[in-house]
């Protein structure tokens, strides 16, 4: 899997990310809630980088590292550019 970042619409990563969030393991609740919590924009970009983590081995369980997003999003602690850039 490797996704190309050319010109892509918001709309086009919100549905590449929900479909291969389903193809790794995220139970679509938890993409459901990451987008209450998050909006779609930050529920996909979440889910692309645990995805992304999950495939280089650095996730194992890819719904509880979203979930555990999610919460850090809840309380105000999460930082995504940290996640994409550190």
């Avoid at 790794?24 to 970009?45: F, K, L, Q, S, V």
């Avoid at 983590?53 to 650095?58: F, I, L, N, Q, V």
Wanted: glycine share 14%.
């Amino acid at each position: 899997w490797e996704l190309e970042f050319g010109r892509r619409s918001w709309g086009d990563l919100v549905r590449i990310a929900e479909r291969v969030g389903s193809q790794n393991g995220i139970p679509i609740n938890a993409w459901h809630e990451a987008c209450r919590i998050m909006g779609e924009r930050g529920a996909a970009a979440a889910v692309l980088a645990t995805v992304t983590k999950h495939r280089a081995g650095e996730v194992r369980v890819p719904g509880a590292y979203l979930r555990g997003m999610t919460s850090k999003a809840m309380a105000g602690e999460l930082q995504l550019g940290r996640t994409f850039h550190g």
